[in-house]
């Protein structure tokens, strides 16, 4: 059985639903009483890919107020990939999009034995349930638009409270790191075993909730 281990960042501003979206995807709940995150939390997601491939997820989730702090290239380290949360009910939640994205490609990059460049990253339009739309609210078009021109993988509307396109983001972005492994890999998978240190790491006043 090949084993693979990949750290995933989820980030985003305050409030953009980046915790509603872990537990949807991990425990298959929907909370809408999630408190701030102070610092970082993560889960983990088992996924039997194939018959012989399992891939274990830590999804590290990073509170919106350590946006850009002196701490995220240590939250960043050993990242294989991120999901970029804003909420579509707050346009100036996407004006952080790009620091995000900016601050991401900065600090982490994919391994040397990989080719190294930047890590896959997601965009999730997110609290689409809410069916909201205002007079700065982005097209369909323009997101797209957006993403390619920031060099995102992809992009997804997103509803932690409906279970929309969560599972479909996390499985697209799986599916790309696999592929990148593969291609620096002369198409044999490597197996990424021995960092089960990653999982120690918490913030210094390790919180018992998780953000929203």
Not at 84 to 98: A, P
Not at 173 to 179: D, G, N, P
Request: glycine share 8%; aromatic share 10%.
């Amino acid at each position: 059985m090949q084993e693979h281990l990949y750290k995933i960042l989820v980030l985003g501003d305050v409030g953009t639903g980046k915790t509603s979206i872990i537990k949807r995807y991990v425990y298959n709940k929907s909370s809408m009483n999630n408190k701030s995150t102070i610092g970082i939390d993560f889960a983990q997601k088992v996924i039997q890919w194939s018959p012989d491939k399992l891939v274990r997820l830590q999804l590290w989730d990073i509170a919106g107020h350590e946006k850009f702090g002196n701490m995220t290239r240590f939250y960043y380290k050993e990242a294989l990939g991120a999901l970029i949360v804003y909420d579509v009910t707050r346009s100036y939640t996407f004006e952080g999009v790009n620091k995000w994205k900016s601050d991401l490609d900065q600090k982490v990059s994919l391994p040397e034995a990989w080719g190294g460049g930047p890590i896959p990253v997601v965009l999730l339009a997110n609290k689409s349930d809410l069916g909201y739309e205002g007079p700065n609210t982005k097209t369909d078009a323009e997101i797209s638009q957006y993403c390619e021109e920031k060099d995102f993988a992809k992009w997804f509307k997103t509803s932690a409270v409906n279970n929309q396109n969560i599972e479909e983001a996390a499985q697209f972005l799986v599916s790309e790191i696999l592929k990148i492994e593969k291609q620096n890999n002369n198409g044999n998978l490597s197996y990424i075993n021995g960092r089960d240190d990653i999982i120690k790491v918490r913030s210094e006043k390790d919180p018992p909730s998780r953000c929203c």
